[in-house]
């Protein structure tokens, strides 16, 4: 994988984690070519180590208490570390790191603040020359450890939690009284203050089906529009076989009944979704097919997850009609949830819908290209269409309108295929040298390639959220992102991966489970020359 350095790019590769322990790849040895080690990581190696580790040097700058993040290569199935477990990685006998690294100015602070200076950091110690070696050496495998300051950790690398705390995330603490890892550096040393009260989520997810199987566990199970919310979490235990097509489908062990998907929604600063059709005010119920209408009493699901924003721009809103676009946005203006890509005219269509978040102002567009007998008229109600010039200018207009981070939400693609098209990266990168900060793409109900261009992510297709094809494995998984920003940057990304359950409830999948949905998504984005 591409690699991009901090200085040139500090969104170069996104951090991805699963719900429950993240997700794994197979440990590699540590590189260090561009590191420089105070001793090699292997614990066969014992070289003696200067105290301290790094010469002071006089200054007349006084020294600034900043907090300390872990971090780790963004595939780490690691979860959380603290004292005991840095010490046991200095010592040789933690069973998932070998090897401790620090930027060499930072290093005695960090090893003071841990009361390990000195000696007694042994030989599973490596100091990096830069912040950028120390990103290379981290990229090489999963067997080592970062501690760098919380204003320097970007999307690159995993930040994973010192203890049960975290300063990314949903869950994470809203003061740094609260965080308990800190060094003193001298002010040369540091660079500009992390504010944990500056920073705020995005939960993003895929398509939204409720019609079909999801109205039958909604209304003839009567299990209520808030069922298909409420999932927790699962590990795939097995296969079973076959489906109408003849292809296996997993089988499963709950491990939790909690709201997990629910809460990481609703715990959002933002959470959006794709709804894939219209809420007319006469809805019909359709047991199988491709025609799609929803109940809009069902809608309060959504509202109740926590889904402050939807996308209409895709290939089935206009299953009921004209008449029916309009009396969804209504339907969704009544009931509190915002909308892009649907309007009553063009201008309507494309407009974005604009939040304020900390301070930060926020833009959602949403283009549809896959069904132009939808697409708005000047007159005409109907969907924004993609890839025009004017995608761009409004892409533009939002930026020059005050947005600091505008997150755009096309509809492409082929459908069940995992590697984008030549249309979809083209304007993938149209949109993103426009100033889109964030792509999430949808459609194809697989979980898609991504990629980074520029420094911007794009994610082609999060696959299903709440849907009934139940037919495959692919098409019964998907992903839903959380968005790390601190101000107009993204600081954290990471993927949770989900498994539909009774055709219609997403659940979180178990780090090893997990493994298959992200792997499928490593395996189609190393067919892309920028990832």
């Known amino acids: 994988m591409l690699r991009l350095s901090r200085t040139r790019s500090p969104l170069a590769l996104l951090a991805v984690v699963a719900i429950v322990g993240g997700c794994g790849a197979s440990p590699s040895s540590p590189s260090s070519s561009s590191a420089s080690p105070i001793s090699a990581a292997s614990p066969s190696v014992s070289i003696a180590l200067p105290t301290p580790l790094i010469t002071p040097q006089p200054t007349t700058t006084p020294p600034v208490t900043v907090p300390i993040v872990p971090i780790a290569d963004f595939r780490t199935t690691a979860t959380s570390v603290d004292q005991a477990g840095v010490a046991a990685i200095l010592a040789g006998t933690n069973k998932q790191f070998t090897a401790l690294e620090m930027v060499g100015s930072e290093a005695d602070a960090i090893l003071t603040a841990l009361n390990l200076s000195g000696s007694s950091a042994g030989s599973h110690l490596v100091l990096a020359p830069t912040l950028d070696a120390l990103d290379t050496d981290l990229d090489a495998g999963t067997s080592r450890l970062g501690l760098i300051q919380a204003s320097e950790v970007g999307p690159s690398v995993r930040a994973i939690n010192w203890g049960a705390k975290s300063l990314f995330g949903e869950n994470r603490v809203k003061s740094l009284a609260d965080w308990p890892l800190n060094a003193t550096l001298v002010a040369a040393a540091t660079t500009t203050a992390f504010n944990p009260s500056q920073t705020w989520t995005v939960a993003a997810a895929g398509d939204v089906n409720l019609d079909r199987g999801v109205y039958n566990q909604i209304h003839n199970l009567k299990k209520g529009p808030d069922y298909p919310f409420n999932g927790g979490s699962v590990s795939i235990t097995g296969h079973t076989c076959c489906t109408s097509f003849g292809w296996e489908v997993p089988k499963v062990k709950r491990l939790s009944s909690d709201p997990l998907v629910r809460n990481l929604m609703s715990g959002a600063d933002l959470a959006m979704v794709n709804l ?256």
């Open 276 to 531: 894939e059709g219209p809420a007319p005010v006469k809805s019909s119920y359709h047991t199988s097919g491709m025609l799609f209408t929803f109940n809009q009493a069902d809608l309060s699901g959504l509202k109740n997850a926590g889904i402050d924003v939807v996308s209409l721009a895709n290939n089935h809103v206009g299953n009921a009609g004209r008449q029916g676009m309009k009396e969804t946005t209504a339907a969704l203006d009544k009931i509190g949830i915002a909308h892009a890509g649907l309007g009553s005219n063009d201008t309507a269509a494309r407009a974005p819908a604009m939040f304020t978040i900390q301070g930060v102002r926020v833009a959602f567009l949403a283009y549809d290209s896959i069904a132009p007998s939808y697409w708005a008229g000047a007159t005409l109600a109907g969907s924004a269409k993609m890839a025009t010039d004017q995608t761009l200018s409004d892409i533009k207009a939002a930026k020059a309108a005050g947005a600091q981070v505008v997150i755009v939400y096309p509809h492409w693609g082929t459908e069940y295929h995992t590697t984008p098209t030549a249309f979809e990266r083209t304007w993938a990168h149209n949109m993103i040298d426009a100033g889109a900060d964030v792509i999430i793409g949808n459609h194809v109900h697989y979980v898609a390639a991504m990629e980074v261009y520029k420094g911007k992510p794009i994610w082609y297709a999060l696959g299903n959220f709440v849907f009934d094809q139940n037919w495959s494995e692919q098409t019964e998984e998907g992903l839903i992102l959380e968005l790390s920003f601190n101000g107009g940057k993204l600081v954290q990304a990471w993927m949770h991966p989900i498994l539909d359950l009774a055709n219609c409830q997403p659940n979180l999948l178990d780090a090893a489970s997990g493994k298959v949905v992200l792997n499928q998504l490593y395996t189609a984005s190393a067919k892309l020359p920028s990832w």
